[in-house]
């Protein structure tokens, strides 16, 4: 008898266990989740939708390119450059704002056929 009343204890103290470290499991989980979704929110609101672009980008000092590896090393060299000079460029683009100005002037178009259309 005393087996089987130590064996349920041991049941219970083994499950009441489990219990409780997924519950913490969930805690710490649910936290980091919570401090995510502020920091979205706090992106959007603050950044985006205000119009205010993120923090500039620092840039790095221009690398300085080397011709010590005969012609197609430094073909291959300047295509790189210019590579890295059009992906920071395409960066740089306030993508928000771009589409925020084609949308008015899409609906200013649209406004000036619709009112051609009832002439």
Known sequence: MPGRIHGFLG????????VYYTGEYIKKDQQFISRQ???SNTVVNENIISGKS????HKAPPKVIQYN???YESAKDIWNEEIFKMVNWLYSINWYELGVK??????KL?????DQVKK
């Open 11 to 18: 049941g219970v103290l083994f499950t009441a266990s489990l």
């Open 37 to 39: 979704l502020q920091i």
């Open 54 to 57: 993120l923090e500039p980008i």
């Open 69 to 71: 590896g005969g012609f």
């Open 102 to 107: 084609t949308d008015e002037k899409v609906m």
């Open 110 to 114: 649209t406004d000036k056929l619709a």
